[in-house]
Nanobody, 124 residues
Framework: QVQVEESGGGLVQTGGSLQLSCLLS????????VGWFRQAPGHEREYVAA????????YYADSVKGRFTISRDDSKNTVYLQMTSLKREDTANYYC?????????????????WGKGTQVTVSS
């Protein structure tokens, strides 16, 4: 199994930046890819970005492309989500998840282990 823990959320003003971290522990060698998702109150959880554990490929939702950057540091078993030019609509609870097989990384159902989330609030 792989344990997932997010950190780095907080309150930030519109246009500001924030970096989220996702620390993996346990049997991390099972990881094929790591994704970030978010869920705002009253909305379904949605895909944000993903990265293969090898770091060869990154993927982004259109809503964050050009503003968010996903990266990983395998020496620290950590995946980062650097968020810039934040908007009020980015306000949500952000979740990190691990997929152990090469499947569509946009689908929540293709992830095997999830963290509990970290709250990001963007205020005007």
């Amino acid at each position: 199994q792989v344990q997932v823990e997010e950190s780095g959320g907080g309150l930030v003003q519109t246009g500001g930046s924030l970096q989220l971290s996702c620390l993996l522990s346990g049997r991390t060698f099972l990881s094929f890819a790591v994704g970030w998702f978010r869920q705002a109150p009253g909305h379904e959880r949605e895909y944000v970005a993903a990265i293969t554990w090898s770091g060869d490929f990154t993927y982004y939702a259109d809503s964050v492309k050009g503003r968010f950057t996903i990266s990983r540091d395998d020496s620290k078993n950590t995946v980062y989500l650097q968020m810039t030019s934040l908007k009020r609509e980015d306000t949500a609870n952000y979740y990190c998840a691990v997929s152990k097989t090469p499947r569509s990384l946009r689908a929540l159902s293709n992830y095997d282990w999830w963290g509990k989330g970290t709250q990001v609030t963007v205020s005007s």
